[in-house]
């Protein structure tokens, strides 16, 4: 099975612009999660989806907001660039209703503001 | 969540036993530990959870103490591909909530020959 896609791999953005970014789940998994992971430091929690809806967010500024669609994919969104928003952008996916369950993580997506 | 406390580094020869500790002295009943490694330029990659007993799978093995408040995963026979951050989570288990994981900085683990 395939595991946790993200696209796209590696942006190049200027300041002030605006972009999105892609995230395919597991198979089965219904909620997704956002992570930030800045260089030299762990991932920190942006928002979760479940079923469509926000579960969770981190804190973050409105310039990030996110949407999860029916087939459980889910796209963030960051408006008004900073060059502090560089960054691996994780994606993590994972069966919600069991107290457990694990969360799957993509490979990212590497955004560079300049 | 409850914080966590990790080495920063560690090494380990490869084929010897990788054994990283984690304190979590503030644990409360209904956290569980996790752990994940990150390798370079990947995402984070699920290993091992538990609650209370310990539990074993084809990766690794995690040893909870009795009073919850310091866990252990143990690498059998380490390998240079086990060089990673390590990262130990407890993590609140309460359904229909945010199930966020709080990332501290993990430990480094270092594999050599």
């Known amino acids: 099975d395939a595991g946790v896609t993200q696209s796209p791999t590696h942006l190049i953005k200027t300041r002030g612009q605006q972009v999105t970014l892609r995230c395919s789940p597991i198979?089965?998994?219904?909620?997704v999660s956002w992570y930030q992971q800045v260089l030299g430091q762990g991932p920190q929690f942006i928002f979760q989806?479940?079923?469509?809806?926000?579960?969770g967010r981190g804190n973050f500024p409105d310039r990030f907001s996110a949407r999860q669609f029916p087939n459980y994919s889910s796209e963030l969104n960051v408006n008004a660039l900073l060059l502090g928003d560089s960054a691996l952008y994780l994606c993590?996916?994972?069966?919600?209703?069991?107290?457990?369950?694990?969360?799957?993580f993509g490979n990212g997506t590497r955004l560079t503001v300049t | 969540d409850a914080k966590t406390t990790q080495p920063p580094s560690m090494d380990c020869a490869e084929g010897r036993a990788a054994n990283l500790p984690c304190n979590h002295s503030?644990?409360?009943?209904?956290?569980?530990v996790y752990w994940y490694r990150q390798i370079h330029s990947q995402g984070p990659q699920y290993i091992i959870h538990?609650?209370?007993n310990n539990e074993t799978n084809e990766m690794a093995s995690l040893i909870i103490t009795e009073d919850r408040k310091s866990s252990t995963l143990i690498l059998p026979h380490a390998t240079l591909r086990d060089t990673a951050v390590y990262y130990c989570?407890?993590?609140?288990?309460?359904?229909?909530?945010?199930?966020?994981?709080?990332f501290g900085t993990g430990t480094r683990l270092q594999v050599t020959l």
């Open positions: 989570i407890v993590r609140a288990a309460i359904t229909g909530t945010a199930s966020k994981l709080t």
């Open positions: 993590a996916s994972s069966i919600q209703g069991r107290d457990n369950s694990p969360l799957h």
């Open positions: 198979s089965g998994h219904k909620s």
């Open positions: 503030t644990i409360s009943g209904n956290e569980y």
């Open positions: 538990g609650l209370k």
């Open positions: 989806y479940y079923e469509k809806e926000e579960r």
